[in-house]
């Protein structure tokens, strides 16, 4: 048994402090610190002051350190799933590109292969399908020529790996498929990669086969007056949950005040859309089978297209809080819980909770993570020894 002490620890409506930690593979309790010396064979870590998070949670994640899931192999989605510890994260969506249906179905097997073995990282907890069932008219940085109709067929072999299906719901098709892979529990369907009219965004949440939106105002109209299109329905709708990019980069920061004055906190969800770049120096990379330029934090198509981003996640939600007046405990759901919620895992995972899985994240005021701990292994050490 381990235990954490002094610690700031945040649970889902406040943080608590003077108080000690307990857990194996999940967490245990939270005693007084006078009561942890009736536990034998305690082993203590020192937080030292800092912050006691929930493991954090991406459903957004392409690639990292040179690494990308479209690449295909265990390995690349072992190393990602390894390099992003020591940004916090405990459970990930490897998330694929529209490309050729080979190999988004390579990709998928190695994420199916992930998920039968114990990783020396962040969990793998299923994989995120982005494209190809998108409108051109917003594809973003997805390759156009692989752009397809929503066929079922193509993807009815895989439901047993993939978590969340973003599409495009007013093309041909979709309503068919939608209504196919709604028989499925525990796949998510998103909208995003989209130019469907208010009407039609807000008539598919109602019916309740849509229940979240992918990288919001990003590969979508932007909201209008006159034309409230997919920003305006998710606005208009509470039972969606919304994907933010909080880079500064692909939404403005004066939007994240804004954002959570309408959706409130536990109806957003922060991710990073991060490439293979993540990590690395300026310089050229491929994402999707496109070349991407990385400068000054932002990453693009030769056009200028934004093309996902180089975002940790603990530095987007740093970003966040600096840029709302939001609770420390509020915005960390935003990494945890919510995702969790999003997934049908806020059972086991989210929130620092007895009978929980111990996915555990200790990072200071300026959000820099010293400790990553996944189902209770110690997988990320940063803490520097007095």
């Not at 390995?75 to 510890?85: K, Y």
């Not at 020529?145 to 969340?164: C, E, G, R, T």
């Not at 759901?333 to 909770?353: F, H, Q, T, W």
């Amino acid at each position: 048994m381990e235990g954490i002490i002094n610690g700031k620890v945040i649970l889902e409506n406040r943080i608590v402090e003077n108080k000690v930690l307990l857990f194996d593979e999940k967490i245990l309790d939270i005693v007084d610190i006078c009561e942890a010396s009736n536990y034998k064979n305690l082993q203590l870590i020192d937080a030292d002051g800092k912050y006691v998070s929930p493991g954090f949670i991406d459903l957004h994640v392409h690639g990292y350190g040179g690494y990308d899931t479209m690449d295909g192999s265990l390995e690349s989605i072992e190393m990602i799933s390894n390099l992003i510890l020591k940004n916090g994260i405990t459970g990930f969506l490897p998330t694929t590109m529209t490309m050729d249906m080979s190999s988004i179905h390579s990709a998928l097997d190695s994420v199916r292969d992930c998920l039968k073995k114990e990783l020396n990282g962040a969990q793998v907890l299923g994989a995120h399908l982005e494209g190809p069932f998108i409108n051109p008219k917003y594809k973003g940085a997805q390759n156009e020529m692989y752009i397809i109709k929503p066929n079922y067929n193509l993807i009815k072999d895989y439901l047993d790996v993939i978590k969340i299906i973003t599409l495009a719901p007013e093309i041909d098709g979709s309503s068919s498929f939608i209504k196919e892979v709604k028989k499925h529990s525990g796949v998510t369907l998103s909208i995003g990669h989209s130019s469907a009219t208010y009407e039609d965004a807000l008539k598919a949440f109602k019916e309740g086969s849509i229940t979240y939106a992918t990288h919001l105002f990003n590969a979508m109209p932007p909201l209008h007056h006159r034309s409230p299109g997919v920003v305006g329905a998710v606005f208009n709708c509470d039972k969606v949950t919304c994907e933010l990019i909080a880079d500064k980069i692909h939404v403005h920061p004066g939007i994240f005040k804004i954002l959570v004055n309408i959706k409130g906190s536990n109806k957003m969800v922060l991710v990073t859309d991060c490439t293979r770049a993540g990590g690395l120096e300026d310089g050229l990379y491929n994402l999707g089978g496109q070349e991407i330029k990385v400068e000054s934090g932002a990453c693009k198509l030769e056009d200028g297209t934004l093309a996902g981003s180089i975002l940790n996640l603990n530095e987007g939600l740093k970003n966040f809080i600096e840029n709302t007046d939001i609770d420390i405990f509020d915005a960390i759901k935003m990494v945890s819980l919510n995702p969790a919620r999003v997934l049908g895992l806020e059972s086991v995972k989210g929130s620092i909770e007895k009978g929980k899985d111990a996915d555990i994240t200790i990072f200071d005021s300026n959000f820099k993570v010293d400790l990553t701990i996944v189902k209770g292994k110690v997988l990320f050490n940063d803490i520097q020894e007095a």
